[in-house]
């Protein structure tokens, strides 16, 4: 039996075109999303479109660490960050406006804009599939769509109004091409502070490297220009799993084992959260 196209993914098929041809108007086909050449991507039973196709330069979130990070987010811990991204992300923009989230994992901040643009619609690409099921389900004005972010945008020009980068990798030039010439890119990246309790303790965690930041400007100046910066910064609590949550959901989930969690007061209780969000507009 063909599956429905999601009301949602419906909506933004306009924004996209075919990632083997680049031709415009993806369009429904027997469960399918085909364009006029012939080419076809699956839409998958939990609501996403598979336009990726080939070998991926990485596979994302496995299972355990979706369910650790819905089970994490779900505490509010990030509720703070999410906040600033949606105020940033709903400064000047259209009321219909177009938000596309790149490496959008469970759709948490994508929701979070939506929430707060009643008439906006949004995408979420992101490698994993696991990821994708959530993210599909997020918001009932939020497509989903697997895509690596290193690759050209399955995505017409100039069609997003905010491009949201959280805790993502980035295309500076990918993210340029499909901004209309008023929109604006978000990103957020941990300072060298975020975690450190964490990182302090664990063995084998995934360190921030403190060249980061100065490479960030660096890839996107040519094709960006700062509107303002915020850090956000407080303590946050961690109760019963929280920290086992926040750790699994992590990069460094990959580099450290259950052994290296035990011992009495290893975990911490309470982690320093800290990021920085800035809003850029086109060159």
């Not at 098929?13 to 086909?29: A, G, Q, S, V």
């Amino acid at each position: 039996m063909p599956v429905l196209l999601p009301p949602a993914l419906e909506l933004s098929l306009d924004l996209l075109r075919c990632p083997t041809c680049r031709t415009p108007c993806l369009r429904p086909h027997h469960g399918a999303l085909r364009c006029p050449a012939g080419h076809t991507f699956d839409i998958a039973r939990h609501g996403y479109a598979g336009l990726l196709t080939g070998t991926r330069a990485t596979s994302g979130d496995d299972a355990a660490m979706v369910q650790a990070r819905d089970r994490f987010l779900s505490t509010g811990s990030y509720a703070p960050i999410r906040h600033v991204v949606a105020r940033l992300a709903a400064d000047s923009v259209p009321e219909r406006a177009r938000i596309l989230d790149v490496g959008c994992g469970t759709g948490y901040y994508l929701a979070g804009v939506l929430d707060q643009l009643p008439g906006a619609r949004g995408l979420g690409l992101d490698t994993s599939v696991r990821a994708l099921r959530s993210a599909a389900r997020a918001h009932d004005r939020a497509a989903a769509a697997t895509w690596d972010v290193f690759r050209p945008f399955p995505l017409a020009d100039g069609v997003a109004d905010v491009v949201l980068d959280v805790f993502a990798p980035r295309n500076p030039a990918e993210f340029h091409r499909v901004l209309r010439p008023t929109g604006r890119l978000i990103v957020v990246r941990p300072t060298g502070r975020h975690l450190a309790e964490l990182r302090g303790r664990v063995p084998g965690m995934v360190t921030i490297d403190p060249a980061k930041e100065q490479r960030l400007h660096r890839a996107l100046d040519p094709f960006f220009k700062v509107t303002v910066t915020e850090q956000v910064e407080y303590p946050a609590a961690l109760a019963g799993p929280d920290a086992l949550n926040l750790l699994a959901m992590t990069p460094s989930a990959r580099h450290v084992s259950r052994a290296d969690l035990t011992g009495d007061g290893l975990l911490p209780d309470r982690v320093t959260v800290s990021v920085l969000v800035t809003a850029y507009r086109r060159r």
